[in-house]
Every structure is written in C-alpha cells, then in structure tokens.
C-alpha cells in the first residue's frame, strides 16, 4: 500500500497586488502556513510522502526569504518527503532558481526536474517538469514508454491543462486526458486547475491549497491518495487545507424585498467574516432607495471581513419622480438629477454613457442622503 499527500499550486510569494492595506500580507502569509498544515495532514494520515504538481512558487524569481522559509518549514519534519515539480510558473526555463534550490534543499525535499524515473520503496515516479511557461506539447508522453519493475506502483506527476481545465482559457490542451490509461498509471497527480476536479478514477486535480481567487468559489484542498497495490483504484479524500475562504454570493432581489435584510441572510457568521473574502453579486430589480440602502449596507458590513465588495451591473434600478424628490424638490440638486435621469433613459445614447449617468444619479442620491441623515 502507498499513501500519500497530492498538492500542488501553493504559489509561494504571490503579492496580491489588487489588495490594500495588510490583506496582501496576510495572504501571503496563509500560503506559507499551508506547507504546515500538509505536514500536518501527512502525519495525522501516515502519509510519508507530500506530491507538489507545479506552481510552488509563484514566479521564476521568488525572494531568497521566500524559498528558505518554504524549505525549513519542509525539513521540520524529517520523516516527510516532499517531491517538488516544476509548474508553468517556475518552470525550467528558469534555471537560476532552480540551480539555487538544488543548493538549498533539505535530504527529505526532492527535485523532480527531469523526465525520468525517481524510484522508492516500490514506488516509482513519473515526472513531468515544465520546460517552459507554455511547452506547446505534451510532456508526458514518456510515460507510456518507460518501463518499471513488475509490481511497483506507477505515480505520473505532471502540471498542465488537460480537456478545458486550464488557468489561462487561450493555452493548448496538451494533456492527454487518458494518459493514466496510455501509459498504465496507478494514479495521474496533476496541478494547474485551482479548483479539485476528478477526470477519471485514476487522474486528479487537487485543487490549491489556499485558494487565491473567486473563480472557482470552493474552499482550499488536498488529497490523500491510497492505493492498495498495483491495479487498485485509488482511495481519494479530500483534506481542508485553506486559512482564507473565497465566496462570490449571490443576491437576487424584488422592489418589495427590503435589500439590508436579504444581504444579512447571505453573509457568513461573525466569527468567520475576519478570513472570508466574499463578492456579493446583485441582480434583480430595486427602487433607488433600495439600491442606497443596500450600497450603504456593504459598506458597513466590509470592515468586519477581510474583504467584501458588491458587484451590482447585474441589478436593475428604476427611478422616479417621487425619489427625486428625496433628493430635493427644486434648485440646482434637482435640477442636476433631473439631467442625470434623462440622460440615463436617452435611448439616442450609447449604453456606455447611460451607465455613467445612472451611476452619477445612485451616487447623488447616496451623498444628498448621507448628508441629511
């Protein structure tokens, strides 16, 4: 029997430039721990063997700071093997870096840059390394050809799109989807795709362990594989890994739905909202004042989370005289939302322009209202 830890994607040093304050930091710092914790797992498991499919750090270039801390925390535990291949991130093509941590490697931390065999204890390795950021082709082929000692677990390890899974839509699809199959794979640990995705009993997505995007909406994972002997299907479990919880809710309303509430009744519990990162996505139909309200609503509730933003293109606002008039009922407030209103409802002008005029009406509203209240 052989069980082990399948990651991959840790993107070790990730800046998380499209955030402000400390979240970036945080962040980065959650990605760090996630090497913990799958050590965690492995020992509460018995696993002796963590697989990282790609991506380990997040560029060709990662701080000297960021490679050593990763490698300490590896080596704390002795008894744990990590196996780390080169992903389309830190691919090949750099080989400074990965000079530099052949340099820097701890004895239980093994390098899997090259297409060939890494054997242990009737186990026997099958890597794919990145060539480059885009290789253009299927790297591993090879393993249809290679041939292993009669009763050893064959493990593919690859990182790389496969049928539409990929992180960038445009790459090829250069995987095989039935490489396990081709090439009589005990089991295909695959990394590229953020989320966990089965292609079949033998191949697997793990999925990131700290997810760093709303894409796919589910929470950070790994998987310990178990396979009995040469021929068994793999025993999956999927094992929480992840700091940070990244959701996109979504929020659909009537006019006669009071927007506050119904946002509430979305939002995750208080304790949880300091590592939640949450997108509340709004469609449906709503008054001006409702949209206020739930605009003025996101507001308050965003410094309880580390993030939370409202994404509202979706929500139909209508208006009328009567909120106008909550406005002001004359001078030269109304006399400006009376122009905004028409030029949000002129057909004769381009979408983009009735948009900029609807915005600037909700944001007058909102102002004259903060204002009076």
């Known amino acids: ?35 913990a914790r799958l050590a965690a797992h492995a020992r509460e498991q018995n696993a002796t063997t963590v697989l990282l499919a790609g991506d380990t750090f997040d560029t060709e270039t990662p701080a000297s700071h960021v490679r050593r801390q990763a490698f300490a925390e590896m080596a704390h535990d002795p008894a744990i093997r990590w196996v780390i291949l080169p992903g389309n ?32 204890s009737g186990v026997v390795l099958l890597p794919a390394p990145c060539t480059t950021r885009r290789p253009g082709r299927d790297l591993t082929e090879w393993m249809d050809g290679q041939a292993t000692p009669d009763g050893t677990l064959r493990i593919g390890l ?40 089965s292609v079949d009993q033998r191949t697997h997505y793990c999925g990131t362990p700290e997810p760093d995007r709303f894409k796919h909406d589910a929470p950070g994972t790994a998987l310990l594989v178990t396979i009995a002997g040469p021929s068994s299907i793999p025993d999956i479990e999927a094992l929480p890994t992840a700091t940070f919880a990244w959701r996109s809710l979504d929020l659909h309303l009537l006019e006669s739905d009071a927007p506050e509430s119904a946002l509430n009744s979305l939002l995750p519990a208080l304790r949880e ?11 449906g139909y709503t008054r001006l004042a409702g949209r206020a309200e739930l605009v003025a609503a996101v507001e308050r509730a965003a410094p309880d989370f580390a993030f939370l933003e409202l994404a509202h293109d979706g929500l139909a606002t209508e ?44 944001r007058l509203y909102a102002y004259t209202h903060a204002i009076t209240a």
């Open 1 to 35: 029997m052989f069980r082990f830890i399948h990651s991959s994607d840790l993107h070790l040093g990730k800046r998380f430039g499209n955030f402000e304050g400390d979240l970036p930091s945080r962040l980065r710092d959650a990605r760090h721990h996630a090497i």
């Open 89 to 120: 991130h830190d691919s090949l093509q750099a080989s400074q870096l990965w000079t530099t941590l052949r340099a820097e490697a701890p004895e239980n931390v093994v390098l899997a840059v090259e297409p060939q065999p890494v054997e242990a």
């Open 158 to 197: 690859a990182h790389g799109a496969i049928r539409s899974f990929s992180e960038e839509g445009a790459v090829s699809e250069v995987i095989a989807p039935d490489r396990a199959r081709r090439a009589g794979l005990d089991y295909l640990a695959l990394g590229d795709w953020h989320g966990m995705v």
């Open 273 to 283: 909202r300091r590592n939640s990162l949450i997108r509340v996505v709004a469609s």
């Open 319 to 362: 208006c009328e005289l009567e909120d106008l008039d909550q406005i002001d009922r004359g001078g030269a407030l109304r006399e400006a939302a009376n122009a905004l209103l028409a030029e949000s409802t002129d057909e004769r002008r381009p979408l983009s322009e009735r948009e900029i005029a609807r915005a600037a009406l909700m």
